[in-house]
């Protein structure tokens, strides 16, 4: 067999040279035992254009000397008292010079691939403004995936609509911040800042923002996952979901609430295909074509 023969059912190499630059903060505060994971999580993939902020609250308990052991390769770090987390990511963020964005608290981790298959998303798909996963983790103290599960995606409609806050009826499933990533330009039509206010529920009230601009893209690729040892804010969700509900009050003209009317609408769809770019809002997805070595976008309707 020649090698023009072995080859031809080959994917052409596309290497994608001009890597965009990542900026990924990590606010800490007293959780040392777990944030050398969280660091080695992020450089250890070696991201060719990344561009890593670790702002420390004061920390007492060693993490300053994790955080010095890898400073010669972080971008920036600091460790002096701030205003909670919505303020130290809101430093972090003030110095962040990427295209694209995200955080990773202290106890969370990536998944080895997350920060290539996030540029290489992106990259192949422009109209993309804000990336997570369908497929989200979870870690156990130790730092062992314990769990893994598939939703179906995100839409504006559901989320107005209080379907991806796990209080509400209907649930669809969290938007998982350790796995979400968006564009610089996203960032500033949606204010550019995280909402003090919005405590504990600061991811949620930004996604809120989020949703006013852009569809949520989505990929079954795993990006990186939650830690679960109980000590977290998160860990009790009764102060999150009730932060949440105060942020879903604002948008409440959004979308329908009527379960009635959403179950003649929903019927409308499923009988006619007809209704969903009206009344809904898209389930907008990315799936990788390996004929062509690239990611495409692919979306339907939701109502």
Aim: positive net charge; aromatic residues 12%; hydrophobic residues 40%.
């Amino acid at each position: 067999m020649t090698h023009a023969a072995r080859d031809a059912g080959r994917a052409p190499s596309r290497p994608l040279v001009d890597w965009p630059r990542i900026t990924l903060i990590t606010p800490s505060f007293n959780q040392g035992q777990f944030l050398e994971q969280t660091i080695r999580s992020v450089l250890d993939q070696n991201y060719p254009n990344l561009e890593y902020i670790v702002v420390d609250g004061g920390s007492t308990d060693g993490s300053v000397e994790v955080i010095r052991k890898y400073a010669g390769r972080l971008a920036y770090w600091a460790s002096e008292p701030d205003g909670g987390h919505a303020d130290a990511l809101n430093k972090g963020f003030a110095r962040a010079t990427g295209e694209i964005l995200g955080w990773l608290n202290s106890d969370d981790l990536l998944c080895p691939w997350a920060l290539h298959t996030a540029a290489r998303i992106f990259s192949d798909v422009p109209e993309a403004a804000w990336l997570t996963t369908t497929t989200p983790l979870r870690w156990n103290a130790e730092g062992h995936a314990t769990l893994a599960y598939h939703l179906a995606g995100f839409s504006r409609t559901w989320f107005y609509r209080g379907w991806h806050l796990g209080s509400r009826r209907g649930f669809r499933g969290y938007i998982q911040q350790e796995s979400t990533f968006w564009r610089r330009s996203l960032w500033h039509q949606a204010g550019a800042r995280l909402d003090p206010q919005a405590q504990p529920a600061i991811d949620f009230e930004l996604w809120a923002r989020f949703f006013q601009h852009a569809d949520l893209v989505t990929t079954t690729s795993p990006l990186g996952g939650f830690r679960q040892h109980g000590a977290q804010q998160t860990a009790d969700m009764t102060a999150y979901h009730a932060a949440a509900e105060a942020v879903l009050a604002r948008y409440r003209g959004r979308t329908v609430h009527n379960p009635a009317l959403v179950a003649l609408l929903h019927g409308l769809l499923r009988l006619t295909g007809r209704g969903g770019q009206r009344f809904g809002s898209r389930l907008a997805r990315v799936e990788y074509d390996p004929l062509a070595n690239r990611w495409r976008h692919v979306y339907a309707y939701a109502i």
